[in-house]
C-alpha cells in the first residue's frame, strides 16, 4: 500500500446535518477507465492537524541530513492508516560482545486516524543481524501534537537533531542500557530462569508471540555452538524476538510495542 497518496480531510454530516467530526480520506488509484477516488482511513476531530506521510518521511531525512551521524532508510511501515519510517546509522553506541556492535537508529511515526501520535524516538540496531531494539525506558519520545498550535512543527526538528547529537556525543549516555546488554550476554537461560522471565518480566507479551519466540529460541539451529550452557543466554533470547518482530513480513502497530516491551522487560530482569 502505498503511504504517499494525497489525504484531505472533509466535514462529516448526516442528511444536512453537520457533525463534529471530520474524515480523512485518502485519494486511490482507480481502474485504467475510471477517475481515482477517495476512500476514509479515518475519522478525527476538527482541531486535528493532519499531516502528511510524505511531509513524516521528509522531516526524517531533514534530521537525518543535518546531524552529525550518517543515516540511512531501513524500512517504511504502513497499514493505511498508522505509518513509520525508520532509519539506522553506523555510530556503535557500544559492543555487548566481542564483534557484537550496537549502533544508534531512529523512528518517526505518523497516523491518519489519531491512533498515533507524530512524533520520534532513537532506537538502536545490532549490526550483524540489523535487528531493530525499540525502548521506552532508555529513550524519550518527542511528540508532535496534531494540534493546530503545532502546525510550525518543522521549527522543533533542530531541537530533535540536538537530542541526536547528544546522544552520538555521549551526553546522553546510554551506559546503563548497555551495561544491561552485556548482562544479558552473561545471563544463563536455564528453564527456571526463562520461567523467571516470562512470568515476572514478560507477562504482557501475547501468548503466540512468546510461543513463537520460545520455539526459535529453543530450536538447535539457532544458535551457533553445540554447547547449551553458553548459548542459551539472555542476550540470544533478545535477538530471537527481535528478529521475529523487526523482520516480520506483515508487521502490525504493536510488533513496535512488543519490541519495546521485550527489551526493556529483559533489562528489568538484569538491572
Given at each position: 500500500m502505498n503511504p504517499y497518496l494525497p489525504i484531505r480531510k472533509v466535514p462529516l454530516d448526516y442528511n444536512g446535518i453537520s457533525s463534529s467530526a471530520f474524515a480523512v480520506q485518502m485519494q486511490h488509484e482507480g481502474d485504467i477507465d475510471k477517475l481515482p477516488e477517495w476512500k476514509e482511513t479515518g475519522v478525527v476531530g476538527h482541531n486535528y492537524l493532519l499531516v502528511d506521510n510524505d511531509s513524516v518521511r521528509k522531516a526524517a531525512e531533514q534530521v537525518a541530513e543535518e546531524s552529525k551521524l550518517q543515516f540511512v532508510h531501513d524500512k517504511t511501515f504502513?497499514?493505511?492508516?498508522?505509518?513509520?519510517?525508520?532509519?539506522?546509522?553506523?555510530?556503535?553506541?557500544?559492543?555487548?560482545?566481542?564483534g557484537d556492535d550496537v549502533a544508534l537508529g531512529m523512528q518517526f511515526?505518523?497516523?491518519?486516524?489519531?491512533?498515533?501520535?507524530?512524533?520520534?524516538?532513537?532506537?538502536?540496531?545490532r549490526l550483524i543481524c540489523t535487528n531493530g531494539m525499540m525502548s521506552k525506558d532508555h529513550f524519550s519520545t518527542y511528540r508532535f501534537k496534531h494540534?493546530?498550535?503545532?502546525?510550525?512543527?518543522?521549527?522543533?526538528?533542530?531541537?530533535?537533531?540536538?537530542?541526536i547529537n547528544n546522544l552520538s556525543?555521549?551526553?546522553?549516555?546510554?551506559?546503563?542500557?548497555?551495561?544491561?546488554l552485556r548482562s544479558l550476554n552473561n545471563l544463563n537461560v536455564t528453564i527456571e530462569e526463562l520461567g523467571r522471565i516470562r512470568h515476572n518480566h514478560l507477562y504482557d507479551v501475547p501468548v503466540q508471540l512468546w510461543?513463537?519466540?520460545?520455539?526459535?529460541?529453543?530450536?538447535?539451529?539457532?544458535?551457533?555452538?553445540?554447547?547449551?550452557?553458553?548459548?542459551?543466554?539472555?542476550?540470544q533470547l533478545l535477538n530471537t524476538a527481535t528478529d521475529i518482530l523487526w523482520h516480520k513480513e506483515k508487521p502490525t502497530v504493536s510488533s513496535y510495542g512488543q519490541n519495546a516491551t521485550i527489551v526493556d522487560g529483559l533489562c528489568q530482569a538484569v538491572a
Open positions: 504502513f497499514n493505511g492508516r498508522s505509518y513509520a519510517y525508520s532509519l539506522r546509522s553506523d555510530h556503535v553506541v557500544g559492543e555487548v560482545a566481542q511515526w505518523n497516523s491518519y486516524d489519531g491512533s498515533k501520535a507524530f512524533g520520534f524516538a532513537m532506537m538502536l540496531y494540534q493546530p498550535s503545532n502546525e510550525n512543527w518543522e521549527d522543533s526538528l533542530t531541537e530533535v537533531v540536538t537530542n556525543n555521549g551526553s546522553h549516555g546510554l551506559d546503563g542500557l548497555m551495561k544491561n510461543g513463537n519466540i520460545v520455539d526459535r529460541y529453543t530450536d538447535p539451529d539457532n544458535h551457533n555452538s553445540g554447547d547449551v550452557e553458553t548459548d542459551h543466554t539472555g542476550w
